[in-house]
Structure formats: structure tokens, C-alpha cells
T-cell receptor, first 114, second 114 residues
Framework: DAMVIQNPRYQVTQFGKPVTLSCSQTLNHNVMYWYQQKSSQAPKLLFHYYDKDFNNEADTPDNFQSRRPNTSFCFLDIRSPGLGDAAMYLC?????????????FGNGTRLTVT | GNSVTQMEGPVTLSEEAFLTINCTYT??????LFWYVQYPGEGLQLLLKATKADDKGSNKGFEATYRKETTSFHLEKGSVQVSDSAVYFCALRGINTNAGKSTFGDGTTLTVKP
């Protein structure tokens, strides 16, 4: 089945130690998103890629970066994680940027910062 | 800007009870409306959607009707099961509205007891 896969499911990192989360998709969708979710709250959009075009949300801290080397993969880099960055990170895809199709989510990576 | 307001939770029901989770929205343009479900420890999954006024989305016994006159998309199920325990998110997304980004409600936690 076509899907969105996130690795790892659980990630523990130390305060200030860089960490990378990965996402891959077999849907061949143009758009990939990274969301941060805390305590079953609404997911908060960090940024998204439309093909290779990167779109950062205005309130996303500089500590968060992303890379999309090809259509299938997208990475979230947290350069210096703080305790407040502990959360579930969700990757999602959609067919196009400006349409009304649903998002397809991965199962998320639960990040713990010690 | 766009917004989605969901009925506050948590909601606790007995098995086979009737479920309603209210959702109202504010949006420019003509968005599609969605309900996503998130089971513990997992990402969001699309539960159902409706793309235009008076459309009814349905899946797994859940239903919601796109009511443009009341700007609502209430989720209903006639007889809930323990396995329906999850967090439910109402969302919208539309062409030419908010650059095609999704807007989520704050989520409603449903617990179904045997």
C-alpha cells in the first residue's frame, strides 16, 4: 500500500544535541509537510515543501530546519533541541499545494529531550 | 483568516451510545471539510470528507454533513464502540483559501467505556 513512513517512531535526544527525523512517501505526492503536535492538541504546521520549494511558517523557530533531497524523502533537523521541543512530529503529504484534497499522515515520531 | 471550532472534550460515552461532536468553521472561499481520527500513539487518519455544501461524508458508521448555511460539519455515529476511543479533529482546506493550508480544530478526545 502507498503510504507515509516516519522513522524512528521514538527518538530520545539530549538537550542541545542535534537530531534528525525522517519521512518517506510512496504516494508520489508533490507536497510534504512537517507538523509539531503536543499532547493531542491540534497539529501545528512548521513548514512544507511544494516540490523543491520550501515554505516556512512565520512562527517556526530558526532551530527547526528541513531538507527534501528528492520527491520521496523529507527530513526535519532540530539543531539544538530544548525541553520545549519534546513533542510528536508528524509528516504529511498531499497531491498539490493549492487544492482541497486530504492530507496523508505518517505515524509520527515521538521526540523526548532529556 | 480561517478557523475551526470544535466541541470541547473530553467526551465519555458508554458502548452503543449515540455520538455527536460539533464542529463549526469560518473560511473564505469554498473549502473542503474533513474529520481526521488519531488513535493513541499514531498519526492522523482521514475518517471522512465533504467537498461541497450539502455533501455527506461517511465511513465506518460515522457521518457528517457539510452545512454551508450554519457553517457546520458535525460528526455523528449511531452506536459507538470501545474501539472508537480516539481523538477526533475537524479540519478544512480549500483552493484559494489560506494558500491551500489545512486548518485544524483543537481536537475532541472520545473515550468509550464497555
Amino acid at each position: 500500500d502507498a503510504m507515509v513512513i516516519q522513522n524512528p517512531r521514538y527518538q530520545v535526544t539530549q538537550f542541545g544535541k542535534p537530531v534528525t527525523l525522517s519521512c518517506s512517501q510512496t504516494l508520489n505526492h508533490n507536497v510534504m509537510y512537517w507538523y509539531q503536535q503536543k499532547s493531542s492538541q491540534a497539529p501545528k504546521l512548521l513548514f512544507h515543501y511544494y516540490d523543491k520549494d520550501f515554505n516556512n511558517e512565520a512562527d517556526t523557530p530558526d532551530n527547526f530546519q528541513s531538507r527534501r533531497p528528492n520527491t520521496s524523502f523529507c527530513f526535519l533537523d532540530i539543531r539544538s533541541p530544548g525541553l520545549g521541543d519534546a513533542a510528536m512530529y508528524l509528516c504529511a503529504t498531499s497531491t498539490r499545494q493549492g487544492d482541497n484534497s486530504p492530507l496523508h499522515f505518517g505515524n509520527g515520531t515521538r521526540l523526548t529531550v532529556t | 483568516g480561517n478557523s475551526v471550532t470544535q466541541m470541547e472534550g473530553p467526551v465519555t460515552l458508554s458502548e452503543e451510545a449515540f455520538l455527536t461532536i460539533n464542529c463549526t468553521y469560518t473560511a473564505t472561499g469554498y473549502p473542503s471539510l474533513f474529520w481526521y481520527v488519531q488513535y493513541p500513539g499514531e498519526g492522523l487518519q482521514l475518517l471522512l470528507k465533504a467537498t461541497k455544501a450539502d455533501d455527506k461524508g461517511s465511513n465506518k458508521g460515522f457521518e457528517a454533513t457539510y452545512r454551508k448555511e450554519t457553517t457546520s460539519f458535525h460528526l455523528e455515529k449511531g452506536s459507538v464502540q470501545v474501539s472508537d476511543s480516539a481523538v477526533y479533529f475537524c479540519a478544512l482546506r480549500g483552493i484559494n483559501t489560506n494558500a491551500g493550508k489545512s486548518t485544524f480544530g483543537d481536537g475532541t478526545t472520545l473515550t468509550v467505556k464497555p
